[in-house]
C-alpha cells in the first residue's frame, strides 16, 4: 500500500507531504519514498503490473498552489523519472489504463478542466474533447465482459457533477451524445493587467429577455489561485443568482489556475494589484459586449480571497458597487498572520513571516483604507474557520457599524464556510 501524509515538524508552516509504502498487513514500517522532495508528493497510484508508482509531485516547499506534475518510480530500482514537467499544466487527479502504457488526467485549461491522455513512455500529453469539468477519475472492469471503462463525475457551469463512464481510449469523450445538449456559455477575452489574455464568463438570468436589463452579481473567486470556470458547485454557484434574475459576471484574474504556472504565480505579493485591474478592465468589458447588463445596478460578492477582494475593492473602488458582500475575508494581513493556522500559506505569499518583512503585509492591507468605504455591505463568516479566523470578518463589521454605513453580518456558528 502507499499513502500520502505530512509527517513533519512545524506542519504549520510546512506543504512537505510524503509518499510512504507500508506492508497491507502492517508487518513492518512504513517507507519514506520521497524524502528528498521537501514539497508535496501526493496520490501514489501503482501500475497495473505493480513494477511502477505513479504520483503528484509540487517542486517549492511551503506553496501549495505549485504545478503538480506527474513522477513515475521504478519500484525496483528506485530510480523517479518527471513525466509531465515540462507541460505547463497542473494536474487535478489521474488514473492508469489498464494496460499501463497511458495514463488519464484532469486538468484545468483556459477555464475548462478537459481529459487528458498521457503517454507513460514519452509524457506527451493530448486532450479528450469533453469540455465538462471532470474530477474523481477511477478505473474499473465492468461486469462479465471485463470491458475496462473509465468512471468519472463530470459537470459544467449548467449541470451538476453527475457519474459518466467512457470506453478505455485514448482519447475518451465522456460526454457521449449528452454533451450537445449542454447550453453553452461562451468565454469571453479581454487585455488585462500587463495587455495580457484574460478570460472570463457572462450567465443570463433565467428568464432572459434582451430588451430588459438585468442587475449584476460580479462574482470573484477564491484561492486566490483558484478559478470560476466551466464547473458545477453547491457554494458559488451562478446558476443560484441566474435563478434569482441576476446575470453574472466572473474573471479569471492573474493568479487563477489554468493559463500556465507564470500566471497562477503572478499574484503572490500583488494580491491588489494586476488582479485588481483585471477585475476592472473584465467588468468593463462584459458591460461593454452586453448592454442588457445594468451597469448601474451591479454587486460585487467573493470569499476568501474574493472576501479580501472585497474589502480591498471597499477601499480602491468605492464608486463602482451598489452594494459588497465580504465572505470569510482577510481584513487585516498582519493580525491574519498572527491568527491562521496555516502559517505557510501568507509566509508564502508575502515572502515570510510578517515580522521579517512587515512592508508586504502592509501593501495591500484593506484595514488601512476604511475610510474611503462607501458601500453597503454583507457580512459573512464562519466561526469554525481556522484558515481565515472570524476575528477577520467581525472587524469588517465593526469598521461598517463604526463609520455609519448600512451593514449586516451572518455568522455560522459550527461551520468553516470557506471559499
Given at each position: 500500500?502507499?499513502?500520502?501524509?505530512?509527517?513533519?515538524?512545524?506542519?504549520?508552516?510546512?506543504?512537505?507531504?510524503?509518499?510512504?509504502?507500508?506492508?497491507?498487513?502492517?508487518?513492518?514500517?512504513?517507507?519514506?519514498?520521497?524524502?528528498?522532495?521537501?514539497a508535496w508528493d501526493g496520490q501514489p497510484a501503482f501500475s497495473p503490473d505493480g513494477s511502477q508508482?505513479?504520483?503528484?509531485?509540487?517542486?517549492?516547499?511551503?506553496?501549495?498552489?505549485?504545478?503538480?506534475?506527474?513522477?513515475?518510480?521504478?519500484?525496483?530500482?528506485?530510480?523517479?523519472?518527471?513525466?509531465?514537467?515540462?507541460?505547463?499544466?497542473?494536474?487535478?487527479?489521474?488514473?492508469?489504463?489498464?494496460?499501463?502504457?497511458?495514463?488519464?488526467?484532469?486538468?484545468?485549461?483556459?477555464?475548462?478542466?478537459?481529459?487528458?491522455?498521457?503517454?507513460?513512455?514519452?509524457?506527451?500529453?493530448?486532450?479528450?474533447?469533453?469540455?465538462?469539468?471532470?474530477?474523481?477519475?477511477?478505473?474499473?472492469?465492468?461486469?462479465?465482459?471485463?470491458?475496462?471503462?473509465?468512471?468519472?463525475?463530470?459537470?459544467?457551469?449548467?449541470?451538476q457533477f453527475h457519474r459518466r463512464q467512457a470506453r478505455a481510449t485514448d482519447a475518451p469523450e465522456?460526454?457521449?451524445?449528452?454533451?450537445?445538449?449542454?447550453?453553452?456559455?461562451?468565454?469571453?477575452?479581454?487585455?488585462?493587467?500587463?495587455?495580457?489574455?484574460?478570460?472570463?464568463?457572462?450567465?443570463?438570468?433565467?428568464?432572459?429577455?434582451?430588451?430588459?436589463?438585468?442587475?449584476?452579481?460580479?462574482?470573484?473567486?477564491?484561492?486566490?489561485?483558484?478559478?470560476?470556470?466551466?464547473?458545477?458547485?453547491?457554494?458559488?454557484?451562478?446558476?443560484?443568482?441566474?435563478?434569482?434574475?441576476?446575470?453574472?459576471?466572473?474573471?479569471?484574474?492573474?493568479?487563477?489556475?489554468?493559463?500556465?504556472?507564470?500566471?497562477?504565480?503572478?499574484?503572490?505579493?500583488?494580491?491588489?494589484?494586476?488582479?485588481?485591474?483585471?477585475?476592472?478592465?473584465?467588468?468593463?468589458?462584459?458591460?461593454?459586449?452586453?448592454?442588457?447588463?445594468?451597469?448601474?445596478?451591479?454587486?460585487?460578492?467573493?470569499?476568501?480571497?474574493?472576501?479580501?477582494?472585497?474589502?480591498?475593492?471597499?477601499?480602491?473602488?468605492?464608486?463602482?458597487?451598489?452594494?459588497?458582500?465580504?465572505?470569510?475575508?482577510?481584513?487585516?494581513?498582519?493580525?491574519?498572520?498572527?491568527?491562521?493556522?496555516?502559517?505557510?500559506?501568507?509566509?508564502?505569499?508575502?515572502?515570510?513571516?510578517?515580522?521579517?518583512?512587515?512592508?508586504?503585509?502592509?501593501?495591500?492591507?484593506?484595514?488601512?483604507?476604511?475610510?474611503?468605504?462607501?458601500?453597503?455591505?454583507?457580512?459573512?463568516?464562519?466561526?469554525?474557520?481556522?484558515?481565515?479566523?472570524?476575528?477577520?470578518?467581525?472587524?469588517?463589521?465593526?469598521?461598517?457599524?463604526?463609520?455609519?454605513?448600512?451593514?449586516?453580518?451572518?455568522?455560522?456558528?459550527?461551520?468553516?464556510?470557506?471559499?
Amino acid at each position: 500500500m502507499a499513502f500520502s501524509v505530512r509527517a513533519t515538524a512545524g506542519e504549520a508552516w510546512s506543504t512537505n507531504f510524503d509518499i510512504y509504502a507500508v506492508a497491507a498487513d502492517g508487518s513492518a514500517q512504513p517507507k519514506n519514498l520521497t524524502a528528498d522532495n521537501k514539497a508535496w508528493d501526493g496520490q501514489p497510484a501503482f501500475s497495473p503490473d505493480g513494477s511502477q508508482l505513479a504520483y503528484l509531485a509540487m517542486d517549492r516547499p511551503g506553496f501549495e498552489a505549485d504545478r503538480f506534475h506527474l513522477v513515475l518510480l521504478n519500484l525496483q530500482s528506485g530510480a523517479t523519472r518527471a513525466l509531465t514537467q515540462h507541460w505547463d499544466r497542473s494536474i487535478n487527479g489521474f488514473a492508469w489504463s489498464r494496460d499501463g502504457k497511458t495514463l488519464f488526467a484532469s486538468a484545468d485549461h483556459l477555464g475548462q478542466r478537459p481529459l487528458w491522455a498521457i503517454d507513460a513512455a514519452s509524457g506527451r500529453h493530448r486532450p479528450s474533447p469533453a469540455r465538462a469539468r471532470l474530477r474523481a477519475l477511477a478505473w474499473h472492469l465492468e461486469g462479465v465482459l471485463h470491458r475496462q471503462q473509465l468512471k468519472l463525475s463530470c459537470g459544467s457551469l449548467f449541470h451538476q457533477f453527475h457519474r459518466r463512464q467512457a470506453r478505455a481510449t485514448d482519447a475518451p469523450e465522456p460526454n457521449g451524445a449528452r454533451a450537445t445538449q449542454i447550453r453553452r456559455i461562451p468565454q469571453f477575452t479581454f487585455p488585462g493587467a500587463n495587455n495580457e489574455n484574460v478570460f472570463g464568463y457572462v450567465v443570463k438570468p433565467v428568464d432572459f429577455k434582451p430588451d430588459r436589463k438585468y442587475p449584476v452579481a460580479f462574482l470573484i473567486h477564491g484561492g486566490p489561485q483558484g478559478s470560476f470556470g466551466n464547473a458545477w458547485s453547491w457554494r458559488w454557484n451562478p446558476q443560484a443568482f441566474a435563478g434569482a434574475g441576476f446575470a453574472v459576471v466572473m474573471i479569471d484574474f492573474h493568479g487563477s489556475t489554468g493559463y500556465g504556472q507564470a500566471f497562477t504565480d503572478s499574484i503572490s505579493g500583488d494580491w491588489g494589484g494586476k488582479p485588481l485591474e483585471d477585475l476592472k478592465l473584465g467588468l468593463d468589458e462584459a458591460l461593454k459586449a452586453n448592454p442588457w447588463l445594468d451597469r448601474e445596478n451591479v454587486c460585487a460578492l467573493g470569499g476568501s480571497y474574493g472576501g479580501f477582494m472585497i474589502n480591498w475593492i471597499a477601499g480602491q473602488w468605492p464608486d463602482r458597487f451598489k452594494c459588497l458582500v465580504s465572505h470569510d475575508g482577510i481584513f487585516d494581513n498582519r493580525t491574519m498572520y498572527y491568527s491562521t493556522e496555516e502559517l505557510w500559506f501568507p509566509e508564502h505569499e508575502f515572502s515570510g513571516p510578517e515580522y521579517q518583512n512587515p512592508a508586504a503585509y502592509a501593501r495591500f492591507n484593506p484595514i488601512d483604507h476604511v475610510a474611503k468605504w462607501k458601500a453597503p455591505t454583507l457580512v459573512i463568516h464562519g466561526q469554525q474557520d481556522y484558515r481565515v479566523p472570524d476575528s477577520q470578518g467581525l472587524s469588517v463589521f465593526t469598521a461598517l457599524q463604526r463609520a455609519g454605513f448600512r451593514a449586516s453580518f451572518c455568522t455560522f456558528p459550527t461551520r468553516t464556510i470557506g471559499s
